[in-house]
């Protein structure tokens, strides 16, 4: 065990679980409290053991799990306990034990599980449980409604309306010149600082150009954001040449099909070698050479023309062209079977190439991206969700709202 500074006998005693720079924070804010002192329940490294000591922290190694580790880090007269490690499942063995060793500490875990941690705070007694994908995604998302946004969240209930504190700058006649209280009613928000005092009076007059800091509803924060600035077009010093939309379709599709284009360019070089071959040995003009050659690769065979028997070139190169005809129809017919196949499912999943203005783009739908995706269609916000692997619910749910999802790979998206 590592001791840290400052720790005294009668300081309230919190213990934090973790292994990275989430509890080190964490841990380093209650230290900053006075009265209050910490153990964290680390790994057994130098480096981190030399971090926690910095904040003023207690470093107990071992397994948290065992009670062994609880009891060294004196989970007896502690009065909470903070799980944060990356498990969600060690966080809840690690709380219960806790528990079982001291029935009055308090407990707050980090789950990913959103669902499961209301279960776990509606069954467990004097508990918080937080999911930090579902507050990262509150501050996505009101990010996404105001650029201006640091922070968001759901306030006063968990699925309560999306809240944010943003900055303003006074200048306009809304703020310039009125009361604190004045800006409030006019904006439907909240100001907490004024050029960063946050002991202001609600009497004293904003300034031109006072930098405010804002807390209200999202609804209401988005109506006054300022808007976007104007985008410079830039004239690039060099002349560059921008290949037309037609060409670079083209060699999207040759590089996303090479066995097609291969069978083609093969296909089309038998048809040029059998078109010249069989001008001469008909003695008739180039159309009727290619009329004979498309017949015979296609199989159609109408029997108007035929290869002199008594030729053996003639029949080899007949027979090539039905052996390459048949072929190449067979891989075409494949391919544009395949397509349509392909057309499809793509229209009957809801994926489609996007052709819109104004939405908002939404990478990934995980855990994070999922709760900014009901945070935003709360708003009834155009989306564009871009996922490699997107689940039926996903699909479902953009087939019925304004969203679209389009799937992607990591080299296209």
């Not at 990913?112 to 509150?138: C, G």
């Not at 078109?275 to 015979?296: E, K, P, Q, S």
């Not at 090539?320 to 072929?327: D, Q």
Request: charged share 20%.
């Amino acid at each position: 065990m590592s001791k840290g500074r400052g720790a005294r006998v009668g300081d309230v005693l919190t213990l934090v679980l973790g292994d990275d720079a989430l509890a080190l924070s964490i841990a380093a804010e209650i230290c900053r409290l006075p009265g209050h002192r910490v153990t964290v329940l680390g790994p057994a490294n130098e480096e981190f053991a030399k971090s926690a000591t910095a904040i003023g922290a207690e470093l107990v190694s071992g397994l948290p799990h065992h009670g062994d580790a609880l009891e060294r880090a004196g989970v007896h007269t502690a009065t909470t306990i903070i799980a944060v490690s990356r498990d969600d499942q060690l966080n809840l063995h690690t709380a219960l034990l806790a528990r079982d060793a001291n029935p009055r500490i308090r407990i707050v875990l980090r789950q990913f599980n959103r669902t499961l941690a209301r279960k776990i705070e509606q069954n467990l007694p004097d508990s918080a449980v937080l999911s930090l994908a579902w507050h990262s995604a509150a501050s996505y998302a009101a990010t996404a409604l105001d650029p201006s946004c640091f922070r968001g969240l759901q306030f006063p209930e968990p699925d309560g309306p999306l809240t944010g504190f943003v900055e303003r700058i006074a200048d306009s006649d809304d703020m310039v010149g009125r009361s604190v209280a004045e800006v409030e009613t006019t904006l439907g928000a909240r100001v907490i600082a004024v050029n960063g005092d946050t002991a202001i009076d609600r009497e004293v007059r904003i300034p031109w150009r006072a930098r405010l800091c804002l807390y209200g509803t999202i609804e209401r924060l988005s109506q006054s954001a300022p808007p976007p600035a104007p985008r410079e077009e830039t004239v690039p010093d060099t002349i560059v040449r921008i290949q037309p939309r037609r060409s670079r379709v083209r060699w999207s599709f040759i590089r996303g099909n090479p066995y097609l284009c291969s069978f083609a360019a093969a296909a089309f070089v038998l048809f040029c070698l059998g078109t010249w071959h069989f001008r001469i040995a008909f003695g008739v003009n180039w159309l009727t050479a290619a009329y004979f050659v498309l017949a015979t690769m296609t199989t159609t065979g109408y029997g108007d023309m035929t290869p002199n028997r008594g030729h053996v070139f003639d029949i080899i190169m007949a027979m090539m062209l039905m052996l390459g005809g048949t072929a190449f129809t067979g891989v075409f017919i494949g391919f544009a079977a395949s397509l349509l196949t392909r057309a499809q499912w793509v229209r009957s999943q809801g994926l489609r190439r996007i052709y819109r203005r104004g939405h908002i783009v939404v990478c990934g739908a995980g855990s994070i991206g999922t709760g900014v995706i009901e945070l935003l269609l709360g708003f009834d916000k155009p989306l564009v969700v871009v996922e490699a692997s997107p689940d039926a619910a996903l699909v479902e749910r953009a087939a019925t709202t304004r969203s679209t999802c389009a799937t992607s790979t990591p080299r296209t998206a």
